[in-house]
């Protein structure tokens, strides 16, 4: 997408950017212990814990990615929100309180807290490290998103700049920054969601949306090609230079004046016609086109409008300011235009051809666009929509950076509360997330290369000031979460791995320091994934990080606190098999495949979410080992090594 640079959104980035620095130095100087730069010494007010908690698990993935993928796909991209907010449920009824009782303020001193286990140790700091890599991941690849509309800078620089701001973060403060960051942004956020869905409620539907900031008024053309025998011979005024057949798709290469397009030819009961689509050239010789055009020449722009708006039976061309409900019912009986992405060879020049796919709202308001459980499912499909539900509601509960904000208050009392808090929070939250993707969908704001720059786009559509706003709000959003999941990695390498594993003994001061080290390399390393992963849907890839804790994590922590029998053998080993067979099973995905630059058709299997196997192997492996080889190191309450 091709964008410009906002000085009112670069002035609030600034401010939010300044502010967040601020807080860090702030509480920074109130650092001195491990405790404090860990758990923010267990003195944060539980109302403040249980906002942080929302701003911390509303990250990237809520904001950017299920707002984009319910813009591309509809309700499968809610599914989502439920399935987030279902692990919540897990977290408030088993989790919080006996683990709040457990801990100190990492992870592995929960699971460790009964015996004085070296392999519990080493197994616990390596899967929190993995799975807050995993989670990670998202958070950059949406920081770069960000930062293309907002600084008119490429993908890559916003990943460093993020990168860069959370370590000043955490290497200053830890815990207390961070916790005041999560609470500021995820207020912010929740109360600004809501003025985005009064403007899309406000505004209501149309069939012409011309926002400012929205090119969906462009008019896409439509040639009436000369076919004989389902061939094409003709078209007037163009020259046709190529074709190109993708599954039951076929694409014809035009040219006019030394300009070449790509049209969808599409022959049916009502004769053949060629669609103009949105089309991205990357040459062999390096040159990117746009429509066939250089990047200057702006004929690349925003998409998604409605194509029929059905109200009360009648055909209409816009319906002003709509209710919830009415906005709801409207779209499912209208018909809505999508943009479907083919990619395929054209000599030596790669092409990606965005069409146009008109989709009933009926359709575009069930489950069944993205993951196939309905008429046009197979077995796999069935089973991969299996495995990320059991992902998402499990993951949640075993997430570190997560379970570590319950080490940040007084009690357990006050950890139920802040749970409590945060269901109410993040459940009012996803529902905006409905209205948003939704109207993303029809306000003609959608960037076709990045589905996670939806709502930013459509609250650029209501205006500069409310753009900015947002747009500052979802960098601090991306802030907040990558800085929790930097402290619980320094975490688990400083005070699990080096200080007990092993067995440094490092000095309170000292512990600090080695964590502040483990930050740098930590955000180093995020960095470099974040660049790499660029393009891909943030909520799908925070998908494989719930998969993974669910599978490494959940099962050992269930069967610690709820079965006597549980050895320090057996949870190590449930780690250890969790995390390796979630890995494998996502390293052979098909879309693993495709980054190979192999053919994702024929990837090892066509599960695209590990969970459904990894986690039953995980809690099967627990059982059994902690029979065959039963604890030996129990020390009752607490970790002494």
Known sequence: MIYEISYVALLFFFIFVGLVIGLSFYFGRKTSSSSSYYAAGGQIHWGVNGIAFAGDYLSAASFLGICGMIAV?????????????????????????????????????????????????????????????????????????????????????????????????????????????????????????????????????????????????????????????????????????????????????????????????????????????????????????????????????????????????????????????????????????????????????????????????????????????????????????????????LGTAALPHILIRYYTVKTPRDARKSTILAITAIGGFYILTLFMGLGAAVNGVLDVESSNMSAPLLARAFGAVLFSIISAVAFATVLGTVAGLIVASSGAIAHDFIDIYLKKNLSDHRKVQVGKIAAFAVGIFAILLGMAFKGINVSFLVGWAFAIAASA???????????????????????????????????????????????PANAIHQLENPALISFPLAVLTVYLVSLWYPKQNAVGNGLTA
């Open 73 to 393: 796909s509809g309700f499968d991209g809610f599914l989502y929100a439920i399935g987030f907010l279902g692990g919540w449920v897990v977290a408030l009824f088993l989790i919080a309180e006996p683990f709040k009782r457990l801990g100190k303020y990492t992870f592995t001193d929960a699971l460790n807290a009964k015996f004085n286990s070296r392999a519990i140790t080493l197994a616990a700091s390596i899967g929190t490290l993995i799975v807050s890599v995993f989670y990670l991941i998202p958070q950059m690849v949406g920081a770069g998103d960000l930062v293309m509309p907002l600084l008119g800078l490429p993908h890559w620089v916003g990943v460093l700049l993020v990168g860069a701001i959370v370590i000043v973060i955490v290497a200053s403060a830890g815990m207390a920054s961070t916790t005041y960051v999560q609470f500021l942004k995820g207020g912010l956020l929740i109360v600004l969601s809501v003025v985005l869905t009064f403007f899309i409620l406000k505004n209501g539907l149309t069939l012409t949306p011309n926002f400012k900031g929205s090119s969906s008024h462009y008019t896409f053309m439509e040639l009436t090609p000369q076919v004989e025998n389902e061939k094409l011979i003709a078209v007037n005024d163009w020259d046709v230079v190529g074709q190109q057949t993708v599954g039951n798709k076929t694409f014809v290469k035009l040219s006019q004046n030394g300009i070449e397009r790509w049209f969808d030819w599409t022959q049916d009961a009502n004769g053949s016609m060629l669609k103009e689509t949105l089309t991205v050239t990357q040459r062999a010789d390096g040159q990117t086109l746009y429509n066939g055009e250089p990047k200057e020449n702006r004929r690349f722009y925003q998409v998604g409008h409605m194509s029929k708006i059905v109200v009360n039976g009648q055909e209409v061309g816009e319906t002003g300011a709509v209710g919830p409900f009415e906005f709801l019912s409207t779209l499912q009986e209208s018909e809505i235009v999508r943009f479907l992405q083919v990619k395929f060879s054209d000599g030596a020049d790669e092409v990606s051809v965005y069409y146009q796919e008109p989709t009933a709202g009926a359709t575009f308001m069930l489950p069944g666009l993205k993951y196939k459980i309905g008429r046009d499912a197979n077995l796999w499909s069935k089973l991969d929509f299996i495995s990320l539900m059991l992902a998402l509601f």
């Open 553 to 599: 994590n959940l099962p050992a922590i269930l069967f610690l606190l709820f079965w006597k029998k549980t050895s320090e053998t057996g949870i190590a080993a449930s780690i250890i098999v969790g995390i390796v067979s979630s890995l494998l099973i996502i390293l052979t995905s098909p879309t693993m495949w495709d980054k190979y630059g192999l053919d």
